[in-house]
């Protein structure tokens, strides 16, 4: 994951030259915060290098938050899912934007459920119900994390202004957008466990909305509702014994996120 925060970090310095140079942008803004998700039940199909190749139908998962980890350890402020925006403003009042948007939620798949399964285990065709026990079936985790990237269009509208009308205390704010997935997929059968690397391997799309507010000319925090579809076209699920095991699946999702941001005017 950092060598994707450094490829981040030279973009944002990258469009900070642009900005500066041709006056493309009028500023920009920093954001950092934490979430929450809910998830829609997920058809979930493994392709095994063993010639295993079935699906999971109507997986229930959850989100694993963490956030006990924000004062437990303060210093390790990415264990808890968290979302970050690197935003760049198309307009002199500061209320349309474009921005790289990552979130790193997490998605767990709940054990021991009961699910149906269709497809080829171990050279049998197999349709029946069966329970997701990790010792002896197997688990699928996306914690490392679900790791959504992609590029947003923002715009803000007023809601309420200071005292002498000088600068904008609220605001509504909604954003759509579309980019990649670079999970991190940790997964188990039959008792082997393997956190698999970062991998891009699928597809985003989402819509948000909430409101923005500034407790001072520069800083604000910021509260939105968010809600997206999300892709896995080829998610790693190797072993340590295993390699080759791809995973295909989709959900919908609603996330809340809270976040504290600066505004720069250039």
């Not at 920009?28 to 039940?41: A, H, K, V």
Request: aromatic letters at 14%.
């Amino acid at each position: 994951m950092k060598k994707y925060i450094v490829v981040l970090s030279m973009l944002a310095c990258g469009q900070i030259a642009l900005a500066q140079n041709k006056k493309v942008f009028k500023g920009m803004y920093l954001q950092w915060g934490y979430n929450t998700e809910w998830y829609t039940q997920s058809n979930i199909h493994f392709r095994m290098s063993n010639g295993n190749d079935f699906t999971l139908h109507n997986v229930r998962a959850k989100d694993k938050p963490d956030l006990d980890a924000v004062y437990k350890s303060p210093g390790d402020i990415s264990i808890p899912q968290y979302n970050y925006r690197i935003g760049f403003y198309l307009n002199k009042s500061l209320t349309r934007s474009i921005e790289l948007n990552f979130d790193h939620a997490k998605y767990v798949v709940t054990d021991f459920q009961k699910v149906r399964v269709t497809g080829i285990i171990d050279k049998q065709q197999i349709d029946a119900d069966s329970i997701l026990n990790p010792e002896t079936f197997l688990h699928l985790e996306h914690t490392d994390g679900a790791n959504w990237l992609h590029l947003n269009y923002a715009e803000q509208i007023s809601l309420m202004q200071s005292a002498k009308k000088q600068r904008d205390l609220l605001r509504l704010i909604w954003k759509a957008g579309a980019g990649i997935n670079i999970p991190r997929t940790d997964f188990t059968w039959k008792g082997e466990r393997y956190n698999n690397n970062f991998h891009i391997a699928g597809y985003n799309i989402s819509a948000e909305a909430g409101l923005r507010y500034y407790f001072s000319k520069r800083f604000f925090l910021e509260s939105t509702l968010k809600s997206g579809y999300v892709r896995y076209i080829n998610a790693l699920a190797n072993t340590g014994s295993m390699q080759g095991n791809r995973v295909r699946h989709g959900f919908g999702y609603l996330e809340w996120i809270g976040t504290l941001g600066y505004d720069i005017v250039f």
